[in-house]
């Protein structure tokens, strides 16, 4: 894999199964954190609007997957309306390494032990390029919002 031999292994292994999955990259690991939007944005030079957070938020006991926009926050209400459920509320790091593998900051949007609920935020689309986290919180990778959405098997909702 060209490009990744410099990653750590958990990224490693990320970038390895996106690329079984077609998504080009690159992939790209830095010695400062990008655990969050803003500090990910700051490392590539690029609006925070464009960094694909991969949060994980508990819908009636259940983990679900929210891809969205590093430039905004998720309306849990709307989330609750647009699901119809119950109880909405974001994961604990507990709950976010059971149902990844991965802990919060890193968690990519592949790789986990078991297929999840994914849902993507559509304003997403609205960037050529995105980048998402790559399995630890100082690794990211480039990808589109047709790509994303596609090896994710997630369904497009307006968070």
């Not at 609205?126 to 090896?151: D, H, K, M, Q």
Request: charged share 20%; hydrophobic share 45%; proline share 6%.
């Amino acid at each position: 894999m060209a490009g990744t031999e410099d990653l750590h292994p958990s990224a490693l292994r990320v970038a390895s199964l996106l690329e079984s999955l077609g998504a080009l990259g690159p992939f790209r690991e830095f010695d400062v954190p990008t655990k969050t939007a803003a500090d990910a944005a700051t490392a590539l030079g690029c609006d925070v609007g464009a960094i694909a957070s991969t949060l994980v938020f508990m819908i009636d006991a259940q983990p679900v997957v929210v891809i969205k926009s590093g430039g905004s926050r998720t309306d849990v209400d709307r989330l609750r309306e647009l699901l119809k459920a119950n109880e909405v509320r974001q994961a604990t790091s507990d709950e976010v390494r059971a149902a990844t593998g991965q802990s919060i900051g890193g968690v990519s949007p592949v790789g986990w032990p078991e297929p999840l609920r994914t849902l993507i935020d559509d304003s997403l689309s609205r960037f050529e390029r995105l980048w998402a986290a790559c399995g630890t919180p100082n690794a990211v990778f480039a990808t589109s919002y047709e790509e994303l959405r596609r090896i994710c098997g997630a369904a497009p909702l307006s968070l």
